[in-house]
């Protein structure tokens, strides 16, 4: 990919480190880049079943955006049109799990907040910092902090744009858990091997299933819902795991 960023892939789990760990992983354009391609590379590869993303060094998941490129853009037009990294997260249809790794800012947060699971290391900070700047966050803040906190505690962070911990991150929803930073990577990889070793196809519908039940309407998400499952209940692997369960042994799933 480029040397800003890391992609690797062992045992169905794909690990994607942000890695300027001197300018505390902020995001250049080069890497939004090469964040879409590996992103494209996990949606297209059977081998990658979830994928990990985290953020080189010990003081920084990311703080977003580095702010000495936002003025390269010719016209606002073009900064509104720019290959933002937020979008390429979400655009993966693997699960995915952060692992929080100190400072998660600005767009650092917001490309936290795209990933389907959140874990954070006790020394991890959040903010949306971007209003003591003179602007507000682009790459989903509002949207992913008040599904995630609720809107008074959304409001709090984006209106004031004032940090908070780990502890009050996971009191308000924000992360699932919080470890010790020695362990953070082992219990996020740990997590993303349990989610590997699920039927890949239904860990992808389940993951649009999980979407669709805050952007739908509660009729059409259970719907849906009945859509997905019977795609699922077609496939092969839903096939292996009731043998499986008929002969008492594990199932061996092959995404098919």
Known sequence: MT???IFDVRDHVATITFNRPEKLNAL????????????SECNDSDAVRCVVVTGAGEKAFSVGSDISTLDSYATPWDFRNRDD????LRACRKPVVAAINGYALGGGLETAMAADIRIASDNARFAAPEIKLGWIGGGGMAAGLSYCAGSSNAAMMVLTGDMIDAELARNWGIVSEVHAPSALMARAMEVA????SRAPIAAETAKLN???AHTMPWDKAIEYERDLQAI????QDAAEGR????????AQFGRR
Request: aromatic residues 8%; negative net charge.
């Open 193 to 196: 091997a349990t989610i590997a």
């Open 3 to 5: 040397d800003t960023l």
């Open 85 to 88: 990294y937020c979008d390429a």
């Open 28 to 39: 250049t354009p080069e890497m939004a880049t090469a964040l879409i391609d590996a992103v």
């Open 243 to 250: 043998a499986a369960f008929a002969e008492r042994r594990d």
């Open 232 to 235: 699922c209940f077609a496939t």
């Open 210 to 212: 999980l979407r669709a």
